[in-house]
C-alpha cells in the first residue's frame, strides 16, 4: 500500500469536510476530540459507495448475509473466534445496540456497572434507558503512570469492589473492551473472571468491542464470546467497522450471541432495528471486513508510530504530562494534574492553546484533571498541537 493512500490532507482541507469533528471548532482551532480518523477511506470501501451511488442503488436494506460471514471471517483470522454468521444482527450504530439490549435485559430503575473513567457516552444510554448506573472505577497508580509502562498497570480492576457489585444484584456489566478512553486491553483471565462472575451471579455482560480492530502486537486483544461456552451464556458483544475503517457516518453496527439462548432472547429486540441501519453503512461494512485489511495494518503501522511520537513529544516539550502509551486504538489519555489548570483543563488549553481535547470530566467526574486526544491524524498535526500546547501553557 502507497503512503499517499494515507495522506493525512491539510488542515485547510480537512475544515471542508462535514462532520462534527470539523464543523465544531473555528478554523483557527486544531481538532482533536471525536474519535474519527483524517487518513482517507479504504478504497475498496470508497469503489462500493461510488458505484451504489452512481446506479441510485441508495433503498432500504433488507437481507445481508454478507455482514455475518465477513466478519465471521475477520474474527477467526484475528482472534480465532468462531463466529456464527446466523448470530450477527445488525442495528443503526454502537449506541443503538447498547441501548436496544439494555431495554431487553433491564427495566427502569435496575442498576447497571461501568468502570470509569469510561466512554462518556455510557452515561448517556444509562439516562436513555432510566437504569441507574453503578460506577467501580479503576484504581490509578500514579506512580506507574509515566512513559513506558503498560495501562494494565497504571489501571487496574478493583476486583473487592468489581465482586461486591455482581453479587449487589446488578442485571447488567457494561464492558469497555478495548478501554475508551485508558487505551486498556482485558486479559483473558480478567475476562474469564469476570464471565465467572456473571455466571454465578446471572448477571449479563454486555461487551463494546468497537475499537476491537485496531490492535497493536504486543497487546492481543480477547473478545469475550471467544472465551467458550460459559461466556456465550452470559454475554454479548456490540461491535462496529466505524471506528477501525473511519465510516462511522455511514450507520452501521453488529449485535453478536455466541449461545441458541441468547440468540433466543435476542429476539426480543425490536424487529424494525435491522432496518434501521444504513443500506450503505452495512455493504460498507462487510467490505470492510472482507476487503480491507492491508488498509487496516497500514492504519496500524501509522498509528503505532503516533503513539510513540506523542510520548518523545511530551517528554520534550510537556514532561509534567503524564502519558502512557495506549496498548490500543488512537486515543491518548493525558494527566495535566501537573500543570494544575483547575478543574477543566480542556477549556484552558482550548483557550491558550487554540487545541481541542475531550475534557475528562465527561469521563467520569474524578477525572477533571486528564483530557483525551485522538492521535489518528498526521504526525505533522499531532506535533503542530502538542508544540501548541507547550506555548499556550508557558505564556
Excluded at 105 to 120: C, E, H
Excluded at 166 to 174: A, D, F, N, Q
Excluded at 385 to 394: E, V, Y
Aim: glycine share 6%.
Amino acid at each position: 500500500m502507497s503512503n499517499d493512500e494515507l495522506r493525512v490532507p491539510p488542515l485547510s482541507e480537512l475544515f471542508t469536510h462535514h462532520s462534527e469533528k470539523w464543523r465544531g471548532f473555528p478554523q483557527d482551532v486544531i481538532p482533536l476530540p471525536v474519535a474519527e480518523m483524517d487518513f482517507p477511506v479504504a478504497a475498496p470501501i470508497r469503489e462500493l459507495l461510488q458505484t451504489m451511488v452512481a446506479q441510485s442503488d441508495l433503498g432500504y436494506l433488507g437481507a445481508i448475509p454478507e455482514l455475518g460471514t465477513s466478519f465471521a471471517g475477520f474474527a477467526e483470522r484475528h482472534w480465532s473466534w468462531s463466529v456464527d454468521p446466523l448470530k450477527v444482527r445488525a442495528a443503526t450504530d454502537v449506541g443503538v445496540g447498547v441501548v436496544e439490549l439494555l431495554r431487553v435485559f433491564t427495566v427502569p430503575g435496575d442498576r447497571i456497572l461501568i468502570n470509569s473513567p469510561v466512554y462518556q457516552n455510557f452515561y448517556n444510554w444509562i439516562k436513555e434507558t432510566k437504569v441507574v448506573g453503578f460506577d467501580v472505577p479503576f484504581i490509578h497508580h500514579e506512580s506507574e503512570a509515566q512513559i513506558g509502562t503498560s495501562p494494565s498497570d497504571s489501571w487496574q480492576i478493583d476486583w473487592p469492589a468489581v465482586e461486591s457489585a455482581y453479587r449487589s444484584g446488578i442485571k447488567v456489566h457494561l464492558l469497555c473492551n478495548p478501554h475508551n478512553p485508558i487505551g486498556r486491553v482485558f486479559s483473558e483471565d480478567e475476562l474469564n473472571r469476570l464471565v465467572a462472575l456473571a455466571v454465578e451471579n446471572n448477571v449479563i455482560i454486555i461487551s463494546d468491542e468497537i475499537h476491537a480492530p485496531l490492535e497493536y502486537k504486543e497487546s492481543p486483544f480477547t473478545p469475550v464470546l471467544a472465551l467458550g461456552h460459559d461466556a456465550e451464556k452470559v454475554a454479548v458483544v456490540v461491535t462496529a467497522a466505524s471506528k477501525g475503517w473511519n465510516i462511522a457516518g455511514l450507520k452501521c453496527a453488529i449485535i453478536i450471541s455466541g449461545s441458541d439462548e441468547m440468540h433466543e432472547r435476542l429476539n426480543a429486540l425490536p424487529y424494525s432495528l435491522h432496518f434501521r441501519a444504513s443500506l450503505l453503512g452495512a455493504f460498507a461494512t462487510a467490505t470492510a471486513f472482507e476487503k480491507c485489511e492491508p488498509w487496516l495494518d497500514a492504519v496500524i503501522t501509522q498509528l503505532d508510530h503516533n503513539r510513540q511520537l506523542i510520548a518523545g513529544l511530551l517528554g520534550e516539550l510537556l514532561p509534567n504530562v503524564k502519558y502512557v502509551i495506549p496498548q490500543h486504538s488512537y486515543l491518548a489519555w493525558l494527566d495535566f494534574s501537573g500543570h494544575k489548570l483547575g478543574p477543566e483543563p480542556a477549556t484552558k488549553i482550548l483557550e491558550k492553546a487554540k487545541v481541542a481535547l475531550n475534557p475528562g470530566h465527561t469521563y467520569g467526574a474524578q477525572w477533571d484533571q486528564f483530557a483525551r486526544l485522538n492521535f489518528a491524524t498526521s504526525p505533522e498535526i499531532i506535533t503542530d498541537a502538542l508544540t501548541r500546547i507547550a506555548r499556550g501553557l508557558d505564556g
